[in-house]
């Protein structure tokens, strides 16, 4: 007994060590001012900068092994019918998953905007424009910071759609392109699909935390009028690019409207809304 308790707090040690290796590696990669040791991150998260972050090596491993699983069905077509049984599955799942998504993008919009409208409330901007740093990279530090409370959630609703959206996209596709196209058309539809659904597990939330430092950034009273602004907006946007799907469309514009333009389109919106912020702030 003595032994093993002895051993115990060596053991919790050496995984503590592990994590916060494995998370100051991950931070490494990314921008400086989306990283937690970033001051500004790391003033609005707290105590919530000890989050469980997705393993990207294992989502990656996930979607190559499905991926190989979609190009084996043109030498064998009989793998589709050990796969089809998995969509009910995927459908019975995906809409939890979603309801999980929406609240996370939601709270991260209005986290933004609150913090950001806070600096304004606060007449604190001085502090921030004397920073060793541009305005715009602080403002993207605090959307930065809102997608990170919700990484946790975010890392569900990303190993949902590593492992539930091959199914449905085989189906999707399959249906509508399937004879027109042929299979390799659909095979790289089904993969392009996989990667773009993954990727928007985050790309989203940041556009959502940027366009809420935006309005921020020209709104003071935020849990109303900037509030339901944002949550708006988010609405919007997830229903024009969801309504691009419905014209008829060739193969290679479908793949463009379902697995291009939901990765471009975030990325382009949070880099326009942060340095709108910045140019409203620098000017308010």
Avoid at 114 to 122: F, K, V
Wanted: glycine share 6%.
């Amino acid at each position: 007994m003595n032994c093993r308790a002895r051993r115990a707090p060596a053991e919790e040690t050496a995984i503590i060590r592990l994590i916060t290796t494995r998370q100051a590696a991950i931070d490494r990669g990314l921008p400086e001012w989306a990283r937690r040791a970033n001051p500004v991150v790391r003033r609005h998260l707290g105590a919530y900068w000890k989050v469980v972050v997705p393993d990207a090596r294992q989502i990656g491993r996930w979607l190559l092994i499905q991926s190989g699983l979609a190009l084996l069905t043109l030498p064998f077509p009989w793998l589709l019918t050990l796969i089809m049984p998995v969509v009910t599955v995927s459908l019975l799942l995906l809409p939890a998953a979603f309801a999980i998504y929406a609240r996370n993008v939601a709270l991260a919009a209005l986290f933004a905007a609150e913090w950001t409208a806070q600096e304004r409330r606060n007449q604190t901007l001085d502090v921030l424009r004397a920073a060793p740093r541009p305005l715009w990279s602080a403002l993207a530090s605090k959307a930065a910071a809102a997608v990170w409370r919700q990484v946790e959630d975010l890392n569900v609703v990303l190993i949902a759609a590593a492992l539930l959206t091959l199914p449905v996209l085989i189906v999707e596709y399959g249906v509508l392109y399937g004879t027109e196209a042929g299979g390799w058309h659909t095979v790289i539809g089904v993969i392009a699909g996989m990667f773009a659904s993954c990727a928007r597990v985050f790309l989203e939330p940041i556009m959502a935390a940027a366009v809420g430092v935006l309005l921020g950034a020209v709104t003071l009273s935020i849990r109303r009028s900037a509030g339901m602004m944002t949550v708006g907006l988010m609405a919007s946007y997830f229903t024009l690019i969801n309504l691009a799907r419905l014209p008829p469309l060739d193969f290679w514009g479908r793949v463009a409207v379902e697995s291009v333009l939901p990765v471009i389109v975030p990325a382009v919106i949070a880099f326009g809304a942060v340095r709108g912020a910045a140019w409203a702030l620098e000017r308010a």
